[in-house]
């Protein structure tokens, strides 16, 4: 601006020497007083001189409103110089009092991140699910308190006073509001990353669980398939025959099964060894039904009744007494033939008869229950006619045996197992609490005896 002057005023100078030297004149310059205005009306004794030319008052005009024009502008700069100034003391104080509020907060609070670290990144809970849910939690308590300290808490004071006399509140700095959403953003990106890794490791546990599940039931499962095995074998005894089944309970629930059924027969012989002391009555030592006749062949001692042997359902009361607590051999046969029957006693023969179901084939594919009376092929028991006691050396055969046979089997002289049904362990299922056990019963009737 200043040479914006300076240039106007020689123009003006080399406009009035050319003038002057044009009409024969020339102009003297005289010193300008302090303080007066630049211009060329003034004397040898600085007074002003006063000119009636247009020009010079034109110039004079414009030279006045540039200097005021200056003026203005420099108090404008140093204005700004001090605005400058008290923005800088500002951000230098904003600067200091967002590091000292951060410290004081890492300090204030270390412990309480201490324990959210510990929470969230540090050992994890046993429960998967429990552990998501405390991330999410925590991840939405940090989310709400880190928009409260930028809200409200970390606000930082102005210099300026409000007419209250309360300092004002500037807002945080829009870089500082910027940072802080970015930290923020990245801690939830970061707990979402290690929800998402929890969520993994929780899908792995749960397929290891079942995975050890799995393993699990196949290791019991073959320990039961070992045990049944055991119970099966012929080394589960000394001998194979060397067992007894047990049913202590009169209930429709306890009973022995045989495997195998019986082919058609024409006449049989059915023999045993049994101990029992119920009363009233030993109830049914076994029973063989068919389809359509559930009675076809049993045994049973029912109430105050005597021992009866059914064929098809017809009754033949028999001769024995068996209910005194010691083990008795029994045997009966019976022929188709004129329904002939005799019973045996521990050797010896106490009874026959006829006209027991005679001309009746016995008829195949049943199901032989030792202990209970069927109702029903293979189910449907009475507890009332359940057998208690037990049982041991349930032999069959498809014809009558001879008495010398039964005698030898009676005082142990003579083994000859059923042809139809023999006695061995691996023939035998047991049910609903009954048992085996082994049992040498020779040796055992002769302790008794």
């Not at 009966?332 to 004129?338: A, E, N, Q, S, V």
Request: proline content about 6%; overall charge negative; some cysteine.
């Amino acid at each position: 601006m200043l040479a914006v002057i300076v240039g106007l005023l020689c123009l003006l100078g080399g406009r009035a020497v050319r003038s002057q030297d044009a009409t024969g004149s020339r102009f003297v310059c005289n010193a300008i007083p302090p303080g007066a205005e630049p211009g060329c009306g003034y004397g040898p004794t600085g007074n002003r001189v006063q000119s009636s030319s247009p020009v010079e008052d034109e110039l004079r005009n414009t030279i006045i409103q540039l200097r005021e024009t200056i003026l203005q502008q420099k108090e404008t700069i140093v204005s700004q110089q001090g605005t400058i100034k008290e923005l800088n003391s500002k951000l230098a104080r904003c600067e200091a009092a967002a590091d000292e509020s951060s410290q004081g907060k890492a300090r204030g609070h270390g412990s309480r991140r201490k324990e959210y670290g510990k929470n969230t990144m540090g050992d994890l809970p046993r429960d998967p699910s429990d552990t998501i849910d405390q991330l999410g939690k925590t991840m939405q308590s940090l989310k709400g308190r880190l928009e409260n300290l930028e809200q409200h808490s970390l606000r930082l004071p102005s210099s300026n006073v409000s007419a209250g006399g309360v300092s004002a509140l500037t807002p945080l700095p829009p870089e500082l509001r910027d940072l802080l959403r970015q930290r923020l953003g990245a801690l939830e990106t970061q707990l979402l990353r290690k929800v998402a890794e929890l969520e993994e490791e929780k899908s792995q546990l749960y397929n290891e669980t079942a995975a050890h599940r799995q393993r699990t039931e196949s290791a019991l499962n073959s320990l039961l398939e070992r045990i049944t095995e055991l119970e099966k074998s012929n080394n589960a005894f000394k001998s194979p025959e060397d067992f007894k089944v047990s049913l202590p309970l009169r209930t429709n629930y306890l009973y022995g099964r045989i495997k195998k059924s019986l082919p058609e027969m024409y006449a049989f012989t059915v023999c045993m060894w049994l101990k029992s002391s119920a009363s009233p009555g030993i109830g049914t030592p076994f029973s063989y039904g068919v389809p359509g006749q559930a009675n076809e062949i049993v045994l049973i001692e029912w109430g105050n009744n005597p021992i009866e042997l059914l064929v098809n359902d017809k009754v033949a009361q028999l001769p024995l007494s068996v209910s005194d607590g010691r083990w008795h051999h029994i045997c009966i046969t019976w022929t188709t033939r004129d329904g002939f029957w005799e019973a045996y006693q521990d050797g010896e023969r106490l009874g026959t008869g006829d006209n027991l179901a005679p001309w009746h084939p016995i008829k195949p594919g049943g199901v032989i229950i030792l202990g209970q009376e069927q109702d029903i092929v293979g189910g449907r028991f009475d507890a009332t006619q359940a057998f208690v006691g037990e049982l041991s050396q349930f032999n069959m055969w498809d014809r009558v045996l001879r008495p010398v046979d039964i005698m030898g089997l009676a005082n142990c002289s003579a083994y000859m197992p059923g042809n139809v049904v023999p006695w061995i362990d691996a023939n035998v299922e047991v049910f609903g609490g009954a048992s085996k056990a082994a049992l040498e019963i020779c040796e055992d009737r002769a302790f008794d005896s």
